[in-house]
Nanobody, 124 residues
Framework: QVQLVESGGGLVQAGGSLRLSCAAS????????MAWFRQAPGKEREFVAA????????VYASSVKGRSTISRDNAKNTVYFEMNSLKSEDTAVYYC?????????????????WGQGTQVTVSS
């Protein structure tokens, strides 16, 4: 199994940048697709970005594409999410997730394991 712990959230000014980390434990980490989702108050959890087990395939939501990067270091069992040009609408709890299907999914239901989330607040 894989267990996930996010870190790196906090208060960021609009226009600034953030770097989130997700530390994973478990022998199957390198075979898991990893993703970031976010959930704003009163809204459904939404896909942000995902990366394949080898790191060779990445997928981004249109809302963050071009200003964010998802990456992973399998030697450190860690996946990262970096985003710049932050906007107030990026304010949300950001969740790390692990999936074990054959494809890199973008749906909540395609990910079996979740971290506890880390709050990101963008101030204008």
């Amino acid at each position: 199994q894989v267990q996930l712990v996010e870190s790196g959230g906090g208060l960021v000014q609009a226009g600034g940048s953030l770097r989130l980390s997700c530390a994973a434990s478990g022998r199957t980490y390198s075979s898991a697709h990893m993703a970031w989702f976010r959930q704003a108050p009163g809204k459904e959890r939404e896909f942000v970005a995902a990366i394949s087990g080898t790191g060779g395939n990445t997928v981004y939501a249109s809302s963050v594409k071009g200003r964010s990067t998802i990456s992973r270091d399998n030697a450190k069992n860690t996946v990262y999410f970096e985003m710049n040009s932050l906007k107030s609408e990026d304010t949300a709890v950001y969740y790390c997730a692990a999936g074990f299907r054959l494809w890199v999914g973008t749906r909540v239901t395609e990910y079996a394991l979740w971290g506890q989330g880390t709050q990101v607040t963008v101030s204008s």
